[in-house]
């Protein structure tokens, strides 16, 4: 194993088919899912950095306690967002606790960074997503859904889920809204009667308030 990088967000070396893990998650329920599907490696001083899926590309995990705690997650997400080494995914615990503080997270890592956020019910799931990411390596980066080179472009399978988590939206108006308005931005500098048409004037409020009301 290569050594690691000074400030943790440059590429760490992972052999083929396994996960370089921080330390901090041995033993875990997350760990423990994993276990026994993928070969996991526990590295000690990656900070920013929770999971290494390759060289290049990395899982920033925000668990139900950091969400409710506040705003310290931010600058991990800030860390690895200016480093051009990396390509992180973050993973977001999005619990019947938590819940009421999704949208701020969501804000922040889709729309003011940039970045694919996937939310997860439990560490379980998160595990299962985690062992999925990682199959995804084996494919041509250009066709891997969960991986993009411009910022401007949210990969699609975490757009539909993003788009989803938007109070007023769900799994029904998600599709709709994006055949009408096809990324992030678009769908966040659309008017309320471009919304209205689509969705509806109720469902339309409460989408445009969340992309205009400050955070």
Not at 17 to 45: C, P, T, Y
Not at 96 to 105: G, I, K, L, R, T
Not at 160 to 175: C, E, Y
Request: proline share 7%; with cysteine.
């Amino acid at each position: 194993m290569e050594g690691n990088p000074p400030d943790g967000t440059g590429p760490m070396h992972v052999p083929f088919g396994h996960i370089v893990a921080n330390e901090k998650w041995r033993g875990s329920q997350l760990a423990q899912g994993m276990q026994g599907k993928i070969k996991l490696v526990f590295e000690d001083g990656l900070t920013p950095v929770d999971f290494y899926l390759s060289s290049k590309s990395c899982i920033l995990y925000i668990t139900e306690a950091e969400l409710v705690a506040g705003n310290g997650y931010r600058k991990r997400l800030v860390r690895v967002r200016n480093s051009n080494k990396l390509q992180g995914i973050v993973v977001v615990e999005k619990t019947q606790m938590s819940e009421q503080y999704f949208p701020a997270v969501q804000k922040f890592t889709v729309l003011d960074l940039g970045m694919v956020l996937l939310p997860v019910a439990s560490q379980m799931e998160a595990s299962c997503l985690i062992i999925q990411l990682v199959q995804e390596q084996t494919r041509e980066p250009s066709k891997n859904p969960f991986l993009r080179k411009k910022r401007a472009q949210v990969s699609e399978p975490a757009l539909l889920r993003s788009v989803q988590q938007i109070p007023g939206v769900g799994k029904v108006k998600a599709p709709l809204l994006l055949q009408r308005f096809p990324s992030i931005q678009q769908l966040s500098n659309a008017s309320l009667r471009e919304l209205e048409a689509v969705v509806g004037p109720a469902a339309a409020q409460r989408i445009h308030a969340f992309f205009t009301q400050p955070r």
